[in-house]
């Protein structure tokens, strides 16, 4: 979580093994686009940093952050992925419909990630508004999509 105290980009390289040979797989949610496309970003970098090929990371589109469960089941079912990575951006509206997806995706990724016994990260911005998206997409809070993948990296490592 992002506080005054800690940067989502900030992250321990301890426990950090080689990813050269991993296959990272990347759902990306189309829904706050302008969100999840700097999430993405964030991921990549965070992954060639530390050591990824890049055609070792695949990219997968959904339509919106309700379709990051089906979309990581997907990928995780393949023998050729080792981590998947989902990136979505709720914003609270005026309607409990908020709560209702925010629910519904961390139990599905969580599902995806029992069932196919790997990594499935949840990168899921689930915000009160637009600016606190932006403040943890790349903003004053740092990347999100750098967490995600620094977490699927020290995952793979565990």
């Known amino acids: 979580m992002a506080t005054s105290n800690k ?11 080689v ?10 949610s189309e829904w706050n686009a302008e969100i999840t496309e700097s999430l993405y970003t964030g ?21 919106g952050s309700y379709e990051l ?3 990581a089941q997907w990928m995780a079912k393949r023998e050729d992925i080792d ?7 709720v914003i609270q509206g005026e309607t409990p419909h908020f709560d209702y997806i925010c629910q519904a995706v961390a139990q599905g990724i969580t599902s ?6 790997k990594p499935v990260i949840f990168g899921v911005l689930t915000t009160l508004n637009h600016q606190q998206a932006l403040d943890r997409a ?8 750098d967490e995600a993948a620094a977490t699927a990296i020290k995952m793979l490592g565990f």
């Open 69 to 71: 469960s089906l979309g």
């Open 112 to 117: 995806v990630a029992l069932k196919y016994d």
């Open 19 to 28: 990813i050269s040979d991993k296959r990272f797989a990347i759902a990306v």
């Open 83 to 89: 981590a998947v990575i989902c990136l979505g951006c």
């Open 138 to 145: 790349g903003g004053r809070h740092g990347n999100k999509g």
């Open 7 to 17: 940067n989502l980009s900030s992250y321990s390289n301890k426990n950090i093994g």
């Open 43 to 63: 991921a990549v970098q965070t992954l060639i940093e530390q050591g990824a090929v890049k055609e070792n990371i695949i990219r997968k589109t959904v339509p």
